[in-house]
């Protein structure tokens, strides 16, 4: 069954480090998405992209972090110059298979990279 | 404004018991509301999803989840938990277009043998 991927699982940085974290959707889906759970509290969203541009995203999502689709199968998410209060659990997702109509659409989620920054 | 309320932070039932897991909802169109469970080092897997239809549905591993729009509610049971069943569980509401989700604080489930 067709999964979603993250890379690395967890990643150690010092505070103002750039880190990249990276993620393979499932190969047919068209909409992307970053989610992150700090330690003990619910998962939030962070941006969702779609035809190679951000279609959302959200007070988070501060010039700090970007993403890009480099190539047909991986998608990442930068943090120029992470803060202590960056260190969360980092979820990617994607969902709405090619042909598929919107509406109806679950999101497929990662296993998740555990960032912490010292 | 958008939100998602699960009252319990952590629940814990002996094996074979019944469960409840309670979530409300605030979404100003018309909601689609998923179950997700995390277990320790995996990702958010679906047990259950409510685009439309019956109010009552029946997800995998025999859970199921009942859609009440005049109490904003979509609560999960299960007639008899099993040990596997231990986990993290969010309730999530999102909107037609592949539009965000929402999360809840999560509920932990506790199964005591």
């Known amino acids: 069954e067709p999964e979603v991927t993250q890379t690395p699982s967890h990643q150690v940085t010092q505070m103002g480090q750039e880190v990249i974290l990276r993620c393979v959707p499932i190969?047919?889906?068209?909409?992307f998405y970053w989610y992150r759970q700090i330690l003990g509290q619910k998962v939030e969203f962070l941006v969702s992209?779609?035809?190679?541009?951000?279609?959302?995203k959200s007070e988070i999502f501060d010039d700090q972090f970007s993403v890009e689709r480099p190539d047909g199968s991986n998608f990442t998410l930068k943090i120029r110059s992470t803060k202590l209060e960056d260190s969360a659990m980092y979820f990617c997702a994607s969902s709405v298979e090619a042909g598929e109509r919107e509406g109806y659409n679950e999101q497929f989620f990662g296993p998740g990279t555990r960032l912490t920054v010292l | 404004a958008q939100s998602v309320t699960q009252p319990d932070i952590h629940i814990t039932v002996s094996e074979g018991a019944s469960l409840e897991l309670r979530c409300n909802y605030s979404?100003?169109?018309?909601?689609?509301l998923f179950w997700y469970v995390q277990s320790p080092g995996q990702g958010l897997q679906l047990p259950l999803k409510?685009?439309?239809?019956?109010?009552l549905v029946q997800g995998i591993k025999g859970f199921e989840a009942e859609f009440k729009r005049s109490q904003s509610s979509f609560n999960l049971r299960k007639p008899s938990v099993h040990w596997s069943d231990a986990a993290e569980y969010f309730c999530a509401v999102g909107g037609v277009g592949a539009q965000k989700l929402v999360f809840g604080q999560g509920t932990r489930l506790t199964i005591n043998p």
């Open positions: 409510y685009f439309s239809g019956d109010t």
């Open positions: 992209f779609y035809n190679n541009e951000i279609s959302e």
């Open positions: 979404y100003g169109a018309t909601p689609y």
């Open positions: 190969s047919n889906h068209l909409y």
